[in-house]
């Protein structure tokens, strides 16, 4: 036998030339102003942080960092397994409980994360004998849930009840899903919720609401977007959302009809083969929703600070959005400038957001500030004094 021949088109190669592509690709996101880089943040930061998406200001409550310390002390550093083996504890379901009551649905169940609650509701409702219209400006957790459902999906205009009528009306397949932010991330915009579930409902299709940005801000006490559009608890609606945001923890929910959430259980991938969420994110998320409930002024008060922001920031002639939800955005010329003017303002003492392509569905850059409830009118007028300042 002679030698091993190399095949055509085979290239003798070391294995450090493997990921050279990645230098290339670098230099590109460079060139573009796209690179992202991790920086850590130190336990006690002395910066005013908008940032972040601890609307309701409970990430660093006492009774929230309280509550949390007690679920690790009583139930362990981790969760142990997944929910179907050792990762449901009684205190998962007593937040999947009171989250179902609080928001108004007939059942929750929770998640690790926002992302693979969202992954869970479109790969288990929907298949390839589904069509799933979905919102231009919608988070990229539906998007990548979209493409892994396996189903036609169609991609509706941005916030527009009849883009999403003309796709359900065009449809071929026995089943479709309407999917959308309540409240977008980006600029802050609430979707028309009660118009789009009159669409869905028209064409016998389900709406899916990703309420992260909704709730803790929107409805009555911070209910949610399902409360505050009278959709809550309806047999054809279907709610996503974090922990990681208004109620200052982690972990993701689905809410709705319980045959939905118990199919959800045999169904959903990110459900069955995920470790459950820990003990001291559940903690957590109890003792904030239970703060919320008992103090329900702090959704009106995230609402406030919202409208106080973003009308000096747009006064001062800033090309800054109108939020419903509690996030301002303020445009940039470009991803050079929104990174420059982001470290500009954290030189100056406030941490804001940078939010360029591809986070932003438009390809505008923006910077993005939180307008937290817990923020006073000394904080707003020193946020929007930097902003101005290093515009």
């Not at 409550?61 to 179907?84: D, K």
């Not at 990762?87 to 409980?97: I, K, S, V």
């Not at 939905?260 to 559940?282: C, E, K, Y």
Request: with cysteine.
């Amino acid at each position: 036998m002679g030698e091993a021949q190399v095949s055509t088109g085979e290239r003798a190669a070391g294995p450090e030339t493997v990921f050279d592509w990645l230098d290339a690709a670098a230099a590109d996101r460079d060139a573009a102003g796209l690179t992202r880089r991790l920086h850590s943040r130190p336990a006690e930061d002395p910066v005013l942080d908008l940032a972040s998406n601890d609307y309701l200001g409970l990430t660093r409550h006492p009774a929230v960092t309280a509550a949390a310390a007690e679920a690790a002390r009583r139930w362990g550093g981790g969760a142990t397994g997944s929910r179907l083996v050792t990762g449901t504890t009684e205190a998962h379901t007593e937040l999947e409980r009171e989250l179902a009551e609080f928001c108004g649905y007939e059942s929750a169940l929770v998640f690790s994360s926002g992302y693979a609650a969202n992954l869970a509701v479109l790969t288990a409702l929907a298949g390839p004998d589904t069509l799933i219209v979905s919102d231009a400006h919608n988070h990229a957790s539906l998007i990548d849930g979209c493409r892994l459902a396996r189903g036609r999906v169609a991609r509706a205009a941005h916030a527009d009840p009849e883009s999403v009528r003309a796709h359900l009306a065009a449809r071929a397949e026995p089943r479709a899903l309407v999917v959308t932010d309540s409240v977008f991330s980006v600029d802050g915009n609430a979707a028309p919720l009660a118009e789009q579930h009159a669409a869905a409902r028209g064409f016998g299709a389900a709406l899916v609401i990703d309420d992260a940005h909704g709730l803790g801000v929107l409805g009555p006490g911070g209910a949610g977007a399902g409360a505050a559009f009278g959709l809550a608890g309806q047999p054809d609606v279907v709610a996503t959302a974090t922990l990681s945001k208004s109620l200052g923890s982690q972990g993701g929910v689905v809410l709705g009809p319980e045959r939905v959430t118990r199919h959800l259980v045999s169904a959903a991938r990110t459900f069955i083969f995920d470790t459950g969420l820990n003990p001291a994110a559940v903690g957590a998320a109890l003792g904030a929703l239970r703060l919320l409930r008992a103090e329900p002024g702090r959704a009106a008060d995230a609402v406030r600070v919202t409208r106080e922001l973003a009308g000096r920031l747009a006064e001062s002639g800033l090309d800054a959005s109108a939020p419903d939800g509690a996030v301002v955005s303020v445009r940039a010329d470009d991803p050079e400038h929104a990174v420059r003017w982001a470290a500009a303002c954290r030189a100056e003492g406030l941490a804001v957001g940078c939010f360029r392509p591809p986070s932003v569905p438009d390809g505008v850059p923006r910077l993005r500030l939180t307008a937290r409830a817990d923020l006073t009118d000394e904080q707003i007028a020193f946020a929007v004094g930097v902003v101005l300042k290093t515009r």
